[in-house]
């Protein structure tokens, strides 16, 4: 039965990416593309343009049968997968050597709007971990749908998790267990991003300019250092605050449901330590962890869609950015 599952799997065609999704994609260490597509993710190769694989996130299991509005609603409720992200560990580029047992390290990480993180394994296309909150205690109160994730090295492997609007957690992969949780409330945390100079430190950033630098120490609980800053002037005075007064209060939804066309992003430069880019909406801005201050900004041209996403180029001094109407921008540091 499970080897008939995979074939099945393995002949899906997958459906579009929608609003939804979030933009939820990652690129592997091998080069493969994962990306969530509806309630599936989707790999492929983009060298090749070849369909890799179709994995499915299965459906979230009802909690109890006594309530029909209970059953109906947690079915109603589409998993939608929200955040992918590969394990930073290196495999080989070929894909016929994904079939290797030497390969059986390779692991997907995926979120979903029901709050469930499943950890794949590639090699067999099934689910290896479930990373989720026990909800038994809870009854019938909305669960914190996953927003961002980010692997972090410490002595081991960790997961970095938002959960709902404001809520940074710490798993264990290896042990299914939440390390540590820091609870950013009132912020909506918009996305988290890894230092590629040290692997422990990662940051969360915030809608409205809030940003928390966080450093795993270790894997005890409580060896997580901690520095928040507020980025100044970056508060969009006529979108958020609009989309605010029709957001319900004490909402467990993460950013990407309460705000689809809000986007904040950061990324650690490539070329320079303590130095993130962050986009919002209308404004660039270049930032200093070190000294917490802000370098440089710059607003969008007129005529420009908002921004949507960022890549610093690893090999030289430029900036890709997606906006929300599909354009790309490069943008270069001034002398």
């Not at 599936?40 to 509005?69: G, K, N, Y």
């Not at 270049?286 to 908002?306: E, H, I, M």
Request: with cysteine.
């Amino acid at each position: 039965m499970q080897a008939r599952s995979m074939a099945t799997w393995d002949s899906m065609l997958p459906g579009p990416a929608n609003r939804s999704n979030g933009g939820a994609a990652d690129c592997s260490p091998a080069g493969l593309l994962a990306y969530g597509a509806g309630s599936s993710v989707v790999v492929v190769d983009p060298r090749s343009m070849q369909l890799v694989s179709v994995l499915p996130m299965p459906s979230p299991s009802p909690q109890s049968s006594a309530s029909i509005t209970t059953l109906t609603s947690a079915l109603a409720l589409a998993p939608f997968v929200t955040s992918v992200r590969w394990s930073p560990q290196p495999i080989s580029r070929e894909l016929s050597a994904l079939d290797d047992p030497s390969n059986s390290h390779l692991r997907l990480a995926a979120g979903d709007r029901q709050g469930r993180i499943a950890i794949w394994d590639f090699r067999s296309r099934s689910i290896a971990l479930w990373l989720e909150f026990d909800h038994s205690s809870r009854g019938d109160r909305p669960k914190l749908g996953i927003q961002d994730l980010c692997w972090v090295r410490s002595d081991s492997w960790l997961l970095a998790a938002i959960h709902g609007p404001s809520l940074l957690v710490l798993w264990s992969p290896a042990t299914g267990r939440c390390l540590w949780k820091y609870d950013t409330a009132p912020e909506y945390l918009g996305c988290i991003g890894r230092d590629p100079f040290d692997w422990r430190h990662f940051c969360a950033l915030g809608l409205c300019g809030f940003l928390l630098s966080a450093i795993a120490l270790g894997e005890d609980s409580a060896d997580v250092s901690l520095q928040e800053h507020h980025l100044p002037g970056v508060w969009d005075s006529v979108e958020l605050p609009k989309n605010e007064r029709h957001s319900t209060s004490g909402s467990t939804a993460p950013a990407v449901a309460v705000f689809p066309q809000f986007y904040a992003r950061l990324s650690f430069s490539p070329r320079w330590r303590h130095i993130v880019m962050v986009t919002f909406p209308k404004e660039l801005i270049v930032f200093d962890l070190q000294y917490g201050t802000s370098l440089s900004s710059a607003s969008l041209p007129r005529g420009c869609s908002k921004f949507m996403d960022l890549l610093p180029d690893p090999d030289i001094d430029l900036l890709y950015c997606i906006h929300i109407d599909g354009r790309l921008s490069i943008w270069k540091r001034k002398e």
